[in-house]
């Protein structure tokens, strides 16, 4: 999954600089390219576990 989220975020990226430094802006694209970053950011971020996992297990 780590396979297709990479490319699709760095492509999400570069069109939203890509329509920042074009003469006539669209901030509709602007907004859908960082949207699917951040939730390419959310999908990859959900598999790192909290700092405070261990402290919870060991208060059970």
Known sequence: MKKIVFPIMFVAIAVAFYEQTSADKN??????????????????????????????EEDV
């Open 27 to 56: 901030v509709y694209v602007t907004v859908v390219a960082m949207a699917v970053f951040m939730f390419g950011m959310m999908r990859l971020s959900a598999k790192t576990p909290s700092k405070n996992q261990e402290k919870e």
